[in-house]
């Protein structure tokens, strides 16, 4: 017996996503709905690759009642008003978006690292999907934590405009084009040139100086992971269609070598270990497209700390970073709370 799946949003990036890992996941499912806003009703959309048709519903007067599961990939504006309506009629909500990412009554789950958290969704039956930049991160550090516990977390992202939607891949291709033929490149979603260049903003400023994007990568990190880890993050937008890519220092209370890193991380749930330290012996963001890991590359040992590692750290943002990451939630659910299959 299966469940009867929801998915939100489904006609943007994350939303397909979200059908295509179902699909390939084989995700238990008795029944799927495709939902988005009033503008994208009766399009038909494919369920992955199973030749399956969805016919999209318009979010605004869908009955959720009698649906076990909704996949959420909608944006803040609108969770906020269809999450509450959903999980109130007795539908758990798995919500990518940052609305209830902080909100003390829903868990913050990457399964890899904190699966036990999943035991407060009753609260509000809503369980959030961390940033896209903080899931590969924690992914790649816990079992490191585990073994000698991180005291500081220093991380420089190098971010796909995939992550901006849509919009950020189409100003990237539109830009990339016009420069080659001569014709203006002027930035429209993103602050500048995004073709050719990158820029150091993602995100609203705040009044320290930072961005909510390397605000959330702070506070998510100690809420998923450890909330005496101190981290601070610089967060870049690069012109890269798909793929995240991390450089991150780490300090740690305890002696930890680069070869024993290497061997944990080898081991890791969720991690591929690539580094073999010659010449195309790491990975980069064209090549984890599609891909389920978080690649780790270039473990190294931090001379200018004591107990300190470098590493490399590369993930699909579509994939671990939202759409994968939310579908392995409603996995775990369903192996600790729904048991229906």
């Known amino acids: 017996m299966g469940y009867r799946v929801v998915v939100a949003g489904a006609t943007g990036n994350v939303g ?11 995700f238990p499912i008795d029944e799927i709905a495709a939902v988005a806003s009033a503008r994208s009703q009766g399009d038909m959309i494919e369920f992955g690759e199973t030749g399956k048709m969805l016919k999209v519903q318009n979010i605004d007067n869908f009955d959720w009642s009698g649906w076990d599961l909704a996949l959420f990939a909608i944006g803040s504006d609108a969770t906020k008003i269809h999450a509450p309506k959903a999980a109130a009629a007795g539908c758990t909500v798995i919500d990518n978006s940052s609305l209830y990412r902080m909100d003390p009554d829903v868990p913050l789950i990457v399964p890899e690292v904190n699966p036990e958290a999943i035991d407060g969704y009753k609260a509000r039956n809503i ?6 930049s903080t899931a590969q991160m ?14 500081r977390i220093v991380v420089s992202t190098y971010q796909s405009v995939s992550g901006a939607g849509k919009a950020g891949m189409d100003e990237l291709f539109e830009q990339s084009r016009n420069i080659f033929v001569g014709d203006p490149a002027e930035p429209k979603k993103f602050t500048k040139q995004i073709a050719f260049n990158v820029i150091p903003h993602i995100d609203k400023f705040l009044d320290d100086g930072f961005t909510k994007e390397e605000w959330k990568m702070v506070v998510e990190t100690k809420k998923i992971m450890d909330p005496k880890v101190k981290v601070v993050a610089t967060c870049v937008r690069v012109p890269v269609f798909v793929g995240h890519s991390e450089a991150i220092n780490i300090e740690l209370e305890n002696e930890l070598s680069a070869e024993d890193a290497q061997k944990i991380l080898r081991e890791a749930p969720g991690v591929m270990l690539v580094d073999k330290r010659e010449d195309g012996g790491y990975v980069t963001p064209v090549e984890c497209v599609g891909e389920f890991a978080t690649y ?14 470098v590493l490399w750290c590369v993930s699909d943002n579509l994939r671990k970073g939202a759409a994968l990451n939310a579908v392995q939630i409603a996995e775990l659910l369903g192996r600790r709370h ?3 299959a």
């Open 338 to 340: 729904l048991k229906k």
């Open 138 to 151: 924690v992914v790649a550090l816990k079992p490191l934590h585990d073994a000698a516990k991180i005291k």
């Open 16 to 26: 397909r996503e979200m059908l295509n890992i179902l699909a390939e996941r084989e």
């Open 127 to 132: 369980i959030a999907n961390p940033n896209c």
């Open 296 to 309: 780790v590359s270039r473990v190294r040992e931090d001379p200018t700390v004591e107990n300190g590692l």
